[in-house]
Nanobody
Framework: QVQLVESGGGLVQAGGSLQLSCETRGIIFSDYNVGWYRQAPGKQRELVAQIVGLSHTNYADSVKGRATLFRDSYKNTVILELNSLKPDDTALYYC???????????WGQGTQVTVSS
């Protein structure tokens, strides 16, 4: 069964850090771009960071210099570390896997991140 299982998130103070994990189940990692999106209330879902082709990582301008996305290949997991958190980082964060072949999207259930000022 294809599944993305997310963990992490919660309530964090501004300036703090968090780690979000996404375990990928039932997919061949190299067949997908895997990463994290987020959606704040009243806003569109946006890309946060994404591993492309196993070796290249894209970051949104809003998190560059504050975010690191990496893969734990032994656990089939991608981990997003986000530092110097701001209230604007408050959102529902979704793990995403997009197929290289047909651009089909697989989504996790979402995990809430709330940054208090």
């Amino acid at each position: 069964q294809v599944q993305l299982v997310e963990s992490g998130g919660g309530l964090v103070q501004a300036g703090g850090s968090l780690q979000l994990s996404c375990e990928t189940r039932g997919i061949i990692f190299s067949d997908y771009n895997v990463g994290w999106y987020r959606q704040a209330p009243g806003k569109q879902r946006e890309l946060v960071a994404q591993i492309v082709g196993l070796s290249h990582t894209n970051y949104a301008d809003s998190v560059k210099g504050r975010a690191t996305l990496f893969r734990d290949s032994y656990k089939n997991t991608v981990i997003l570390e986000l530092n110097s958190l701001k209230p604007d980082d408050t959102a529902l964060y979704y793990c995403n896997a997009r197929s290289h072949f047909d651009s089909r999207d697989i989504w996790g259930q979402g995990t809430q991140v709330t940054v208090s000022s």
